[in-house]
C-alpha cells in the first residue's frame, strides 16, 4: 500500500517519510501579518475588493485539522465520517519529534481561508480566500474515497497538498469524476528535486503546481516535470500551526503551500466567473502567469518542466479579459472527459475587466508596489527542448 506523503519540504533537503510538515520557529500573533510576503505581493486588500472567496467551498484532502485555531474558528464545515479514523491511521506513522499529525491539514487551511484574529481580524495568519469555507476531509489511505466523498458534499475546488510515487486505489478516476461535476482540483508537483512522477498531480485533469520564492526563482526542490503548470509562492511561508490554537510556524517551505495558494485563487476566480469550468478556470491561471526576465523566457518551449507557465498572478487572473475559450481548457484531461459547466455559464467573452497592464511579462505577482521583491535570476535554459504532457490516459512518459 503507498504511504501518502505531504508536500512540504525542509529547508535545503526534500521531504521524506509520512505526513511530515517543516519545523519553524514559533512567531507571535504580531508578527505573523508582517511575515506573510504572499498577501502583499499578490496586493491581496486590493483583490478581496473584487473576491474574497464567499459562498466558496474548498475541500482540503489532507492529514487532520485543528478547527478550533483563532484563525480558523468557523470555517470548517463538517467532515466525512471516516475523518477521524484517517487521522487516528495518520497518527500511527508520527515519528518521534515529527508534528502533531493535524498540523499540516491546518496550515494548508489558513493559507487558503484563514481569517485571522484581534481587531478587525488584522493579526495572525489571512488566506487568500479569507471568506471561502474549508470542507476538511482527512485522507490518509483513502484517496479515491476522500475525493468523491468532496465532491459529493459540494467542494467547488479540491486542494492535494500530498502525493506518493503511485496511484491510490482510483485516484485519478475519482479526479476524473471531479471535474465532470465542474470541481477545479490542484495538486502538488513534489519536493524530491527529481523528473520522477508523482500522484495525484500525474492524473490528468489536475493543475500542477511547483514552489517559487519572492524574487521569482523556481524552489530547488520541486519535482520537474510536464506535470508542472504554474508555480506559487512556496518558500518561507508562516502558517497557522495544528498543535495549538494559538500557534504558528514560520519559514515553511515546500509545494503544499504553494498548491493552496493556487486553490484560494481557483476559489476568487469561482466567486467571480461561477460560470466557467474547471478547465475554464485552469486556463485563465496560466494565461496570466508570469516569468522572471521575460525577454530570455520568451525563447523557452512553454509550459518549462522548471516553471510551467509561470508563477501565479491573482489579480491579472480576476481582471483581464480573456475568453472563455473551451470547456476542457488548455491543459490535458481525462480521456472522454466531460467538464461540467455550471449552471449559467457563459461560454463567450468572460466578464472580466481590463486588466492593470497585467500580461504575461509582468514582474513577479505584477510588482504591486513592494520594493523587496526584485526580480532576479534568469530563467535557466537547461531543459528538454521536447515538452511531453500528460496523455490521455495518464501514463508515465518515457
Known amino acids: 500500500m503507498r504511504v501518502t506523503r505531504t508536500l512540504r519540504a525542509t529547508v535545503g533537503a526534500a521531504?521524506?517519510?509520512?505526513l511530515l510538515l517543516t519545523a519553524g520557529a514559533t512567531a507571535s500573533a504580531d508578527q505573523v501579518r508582517k511575515e506573510q510576503w504572499p498577501l502583499e505581493a499578490f496586493g491581496a486588500?486590493?483583490?478581496?475588493?473584487?473576491?474574497t472567496g464567499k459562498g466558496v467551498t474548498v475541500a482540503v484532502l489532507d492529514s487532520g485539522f485543528r478547527e478550533t485555531h483563532q484563525d480558523l474558528k468557523g470555517q470548517f464545515l463538517p467532515e466525512p465520517d471516516?475523518?477521524?479514523?484517517?487521522?487516528?491511521?495518520?497518527?500511527?506513522?508520527?515519528?518521534?519529534?515529527?508534528?502533531?499529525?493535524?498540523?499540516?491539514?491546518?496550515?494548508?487551511?489558513s493559507i487558503i481561508a484563514g481569517h485571522g484574529h484581534g481587531p478587525g481580524g488584522s493579526e495572525g495568519v489571512k488566506g487568500l480566500a479569507p471568506d471561502a469555507k474549508i470542507l476538511p476531509v482527512p485522507e490518509y489511505g483513502s484517496s479515491g474515497q476522500?475525493?468523491?466523498?468532496?465532491?459529493?458534499?459540494?467542494?467547488?475546488?479540491?486542494n492535494m497538498s500530498y502525493g506518493g510515487a503511485g496511484q491510490a486505489g482510483d485516484e485519478c478516476a475519482s479526479i476524473a469524476y471531479a471535474l465532470s461535476k465542474g470541481v477545479v482540483v490542484v495538486a502538488g508537483v513534489g519536493n524530491d528535486a527529481t523528473t520522477g512522477r508523482t500522484y495525484p498531480v500525474g492524473c490528468p485533469g489536475a493543475i500542477g503546481v511547483g514552489a517559487v520564492d519572492q524574487?521569482?526563482?523556481?524552489?530547488?526542490?520541486?519535482?520537474?516535470?510536464?506535470?508542472?503548470d504554474l508555480l506559487?509562492?512556496?518558500?518561507?511561508?508562516?502558517?497557522a500551526s495544528g498543535t495549538s490554537d494559538t500557534g504558528y510556524d514560520r519559514a515553511?517551505?515546500?509545494?503544499?503551500?504553494?498548491?493552496?495558494?493556487?486553490?484560494?485563487?481557483?476559489?476568487?476566480?469561482?466567486q467571480k466567473f461561477p460560470g466557467l469550468t474547471p478547465g475554464q478556470i485552469a486556463n485563465r491561471l496560466v494565461k496570466t502567469a508570469g516569468l522572471a526576465q521575460p525577454q530570455k523566457a520568451k525563447h523557452l518551449n512553454l509550459p518549462d518542466p522548471h516553471y510551467g507557465y509561470g508563477f501565479l498572478q491573482p489579480g491579472p487572473a480576476l481582471r483581464k479579459t480573456l475568453a472563455a475559450g473551451p470547456k476542457e481548457g488548455p491543459l490535458p484531461m481525462p480521456k472522454g472527459a466531460d467538464t461540467a459547466t455550471p449552471s449559467g455559464a457563459n461560454q463567450g467573452e468572460d466578464a472580466g475587466q481590463s486588466s492593470d497592464n497585467a500580461t504575461h511579462n509582468a514582474l513577479l505577482y505584477g510588482g504591486i508596489g513592494v520594493g523587496a521583491l526584485v526580480v532576479v535570476g534568469a530563467v535557466v535554459a537547461l531543459v528538454a527542448s521536447a515538452r511531453r504532457r500528460k496523455n490521455a490516459g495518464g501514463q508515465a512518459r518515457g
Open 15 to 18: 521531504l521524506t517519510g509520512a
Open 252 to 270: 515553511a517551505e515546500g509545494s503544499s503551500d504553494a498548491t493552496a495558494y493556487v486553490s484560494a485563487t481557483a476559489a476568487l476566480l469561482k
Open 232 to 239: 506559487a509562492p512556496g518558500v518561507k511561508i508562516t502558517v
Open 45 to 51: 486588500e486590493q483583490l478581496w475588493k473584487e473576491a
Open 82 to 109: 471516516f475523518g477521524k479514523r484517517n487521522e487516528a491511521e495518520a497518527a500511527k506513522h508520527l515519528k518521534p519529534g515529527e508534528h502533531d499529525v493535524r498540523d499540516h491539514g491546518t496550515a494548508m487551511a
Open 146 to 158: 476522500a475525493t468523491r466523498w468532496a465532491v459529493d458534499h459540494g467542494a467547488d475546488v479540491i
Open 215 to 228: 524574487y521569482g526563482a523556481a524552489a530547488e526542490f520541486n519535482n520537474y516535470n510536464s506535470d508542472t
